[in-house]
């Protein structure tokens, strides 16, 4: 396909072709009108909002470019679980029509609201990601993100209506009947976390069923860090195009951003809605474009709960470089990972993604793995659980020559010197929605 068709044929497809190509002067121009409102929602409506921009000596008039941004301060996640429950929101109570929450892995949880307003645009930018990942009225879309205080669930439902598809609602789990249901619906999209999808794909194969027989074309995979071989595995083995699609509760929930399936080359941030910025995570200080450090959002249009500033903790880069498919919103380019993921080991930084990565690479293995942390003398070690593929051979030299294989692949790629244990097939916990990567039994051990 030529650029020119590739751009027409992503063009017909647009959710909203107007805004998604908007010259770059215009986008700004609306991002910096949009800004002075949410700074004046936030100061006049949110008490901790105002103690904040006091404590930095801002106020919401101080700002009158974009680059102004950068004097006011961050949020972060701590600002949520201290105002816990509704405590940042900026409406009253009765306004909100709704709430998701997560659960954090210490104390409380972050809870997020939004108003019909909020309902609505989080639709439109769901429905607008849905297209540009290949979704089109009409298709059946089979959604396995969880339903629940999850956003991915009831995100990308109502986005999918908006977009005039038809929502198989089925949530995570019950992998089996998932398939039938596919093959009998004849689904054309699947919307799931990559390692769900990964699951939902061994299933099938075990039934006996080829997905890439059936109908489907579209992955829709997020919520979670993925690798490239990833994608490139799950294309393989579900017969699809794998779009990439980001979003975190606290900013919107999934539709935050999402690549193109023309491209597949980074997710674009719709930037009528958000602002992105990304800073060094050590100094904070904002980084020129193209560098990677942390993802730092803050909402244009958000009314129950405006973000300003919010450090994501997400590690990626930004690339304001123009995409064959016509779209002009900068591209956040794939999160490799979140900066409470990232495990020194030794003085090695080391992402799963990068394990990920490594382990996909390499014949007889299948991609299910999860990284064991552990520590003894002070030292810490780590030790990859990994799958052997379910028609390799599995005799103890066979594991021993694996297990050696995989651990000089990893030194020499990531740089850290690792313990091995090749599984059999089916013994790593398959995911039913965001998979544990990582078992850190390092302060049970300490
Ligand atoms: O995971 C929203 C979502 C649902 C996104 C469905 C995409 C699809 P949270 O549960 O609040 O929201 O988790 C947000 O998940 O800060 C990232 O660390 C991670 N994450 C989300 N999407 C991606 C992605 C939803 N495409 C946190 N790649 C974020 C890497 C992702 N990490």
Not at 41 to 64: M, N, Q, T
Not at 309 to 328: A, F, N
């Amino acid at each position: 396909m030529s650029i020119a068709t590739a751009v027409e044929d992503a063009k017909a497809f647009m959710f909203d072709p107007d805004i998604e190509t908007m010259p770059r002067a215009q986008l700004a121009a609306l991002q910096l009108d949009r800004l002075k409102k949410t700074l004046a929602h936030a100061y006049a409506k949110v008490p901790a909002f105002r103690r904040k921009f006091d404590a930095a000596g801002v106020a919401p008039d101080d700002l009158r470019t974009l680059q102004d941004l950068a004097r006011f301060p961050f949020t972060v996640k701590t600002d949520l679980r201290d105002n816990y429950p509704f405590g940042l929101f900026a409406v009253p109570r009765e306004k909100v029509l709704r709430l998701h929450a997560s659960s954090g892995t210490t104390g409380k949880p972050t809870v997020v609201g939004y108003t019909r307003g909020d309902l609505d645009t989080w639709s439109e930018l769901m429905a607008r990601s849905l297209a540009s990942a290949g979704a089109e009225p009409g298709d059946i879309v089979h959604n396995g993100y969880g339903y629940g205080l999850f956003t991915g669930g009831l995100g990308a439902h109502y986005g999918a209506e908006r977009l005039g598809c038809t929502v198989v609602p089925v949530s995570g789990g019950g992998t089996e009947r998932q398939v039938t249901l596919m093959q009998d619906f004849a689904a054309d999209i699947l919307c799931a976390t990559p390692s769900y999808a990964l699951n939902i794909a061994e299933v099938a194969a075990g039934m006996g069923v080829d997905i890439r027989t059936l109908p489907l074309r579209f992955g829709v995979f997020g919520a979670e860090p993925w690798s490239e071989e990833m994608r490139r595995e799950l294309e393989a083995r579900l017969g699809i195009k794998a779009v990439d699609i980001y979003g975190l509760s606290e900013i919107l929930g999934p539709g935050v951003a999402c690549e193109c399936h023309v491209a597949q080359d980074g997710l674009h941030g719709w930037e009528d809605h958000f602002l992105f910025e990304v800073v060094d995570p050590e100094t904070l200080q904002p980084l020129p474009m193209g560098a990677t450090g942390e993802l730092v959002i803050t909402t244009l249009t958000k009314e129950a709960l405006p973000m300003i500033r919010y450090r994501t903790r997400d590690i990626t880069r930004l690339t304001d470089e123009p995409c064959v498919c016509g779209r002009t919103h900068t591209r956040i380019m794939r999160v490799t990972g979140r900066t409470d993921d990232m495990l020194i080991i030794r003085g090695v930084n080391v992402y799963p993604s990068q394990v990920e990565a490594v382990l996909i690479g390499l014949p007889d293995l299948a991609p299910h793995y999860q990284l064991v942390l552990t520590r003894k003398d002070a030292l810490d070690s780590i030790t990859v659980e990994v799958e052997l593929a379910a028609d390799a051979s599995c005799d103890e030299a066979s594991r021993a020559r694996k297990a050696g294989e995989v651990r000089h692949h990893i030194k020499s790629m990531i740089g850290v010197t690792c313990d091995i244990v090749i599984k059999s097939s089916g013994e790593v916990p398959r995911s039913q929605g965001k998979a544990i990567r990582v078992k850190d039994l390092r302060k049970i051990a300490s």
